[in-house]
């Protein structure tokens, strides 16, 4: 029965406990994407505007694909997703 108490009180303990952060090894804190500084490429050839959009959102990394494709859904800050439609023009700039 003691054991059984001092286990429960153990767990609640942990239960309060701050969850450790971390950084992953790539991944500089503080990097995020700004889709709002592009916007105004939208309508325009991907090919043509990729690498002005990723230095204009501050964006560490580049995820293009068409309209309907299928994606990851893994949030990532400091990545620029460019959606593009069947005849290569941007259609959207979005972060994550």
Do not use: H, W
């Not at 990394?61 to 593009?84: I, K």
């Amino acid at each position: 029965m003691t054991r059984t108490i001092g286990l429960v009180m153990l767990l609640a303990l942990g239960a309060c406990a701050k969850p450790a952060t971390s950084v992953a090894a790539n991944e500089a804190p503080g990097v995020q994407c700004d889709a709002n500084a592009v916007q105004s490429l939208v309508g325009r050839m991907a090919a043509e505007v990729t690498a002005e959009a990723q230095k204009r959102s501050g964006a560490r990394t580049v995820r293009s694909y068409r309209s309907g494709d299928a994606v990851t859904m893994d949030f990532r800050p400091d990545r620029l997703n460019v959606e593009r439609d069947a005849a290569g023009k941007v259609v959207k700039f979005s972060c994550g």
